[in-house]
């Protein structure tokens, strides 16, 4: 059982670190960025409203956010534990998720704060290549593919995310210190924040999270 939140500034390898997390704890991952780039794929309402500020690497009117994760928590598979990656982003989104898992007499075991120096955010965002089929992440220089432009895992093509260009990168970094920062203070106050040290090795980012929660 594991129900916890990833914190961290956008390419601080919460996607990789999620999804080995999920396997370790056989927990659903939820992503609210990758349930928005899945509805802009598929041409929904939902997809059009978020595209307009995912482009521009700004967040999604927390509203609609709040909406989503939640009716998602309420899924079945969400009954014995979950990761949420990417949400909450803002303090009012916590605040929010915390009323709603009280009201579900749950609450989050643990708050996983990613750090990592700003400086490497740049270039391990702008250098980053996603799968367009699996979603499977790759790095041009950290994490290479075996054949250049295609996926490991399925074969499929691998491209760069609308919102990994420089000019969104900065944006979304700036966005990340101004709005979601404080919320390393707000899970701080709540006592069940666990920080972990985003500058090293994959591995041994995960070696350091499973060890700091204990198990
Ligand atoms: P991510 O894949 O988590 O980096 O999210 C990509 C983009 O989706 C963000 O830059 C936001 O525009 C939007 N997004 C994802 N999660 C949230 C959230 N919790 N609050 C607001 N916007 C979000």
Known sequence: MLRAILLGPPGAGKGTQAAKLVEKYSVPHISTGDIFRKNIKEGTELGKRAQEYMNKGELVPDDLVIEIATSRLLEDDCKDGYLLDGFPRTVHQAEELDKFLQAHGSKLDYAINVAVE??????????????????????????????????????????????????????????????????????????????????????????????????
């Open 118 to 215: 700003k400086e490497a955010l740049i270039t391990r965002l702008t250098g980053r290549r996603v799968c367009e089929k699996c979603g499977a992440g790759f790095h041009i220089v950290n994490l290479q593919p075996k054949v250049e432009g295609v996926c490991d895992e399925c074969g499929g093509k691998l491209i760069q995310r609308a919102d990994d260009t420089l000019e969104t990168v900065e944006n979304r970094i700036d966005v990340y210190e101004k709005q979601t920062m404080p919320l390393i203070q707000y899970y701080e106050k709540a006592g069940n924040i666990v920080n972990v040290n985003g500058d090293q090795e994959l591995d041994k980012v995960f070696a350091d999270i499973v060890s700091a929660l204990g198990e």
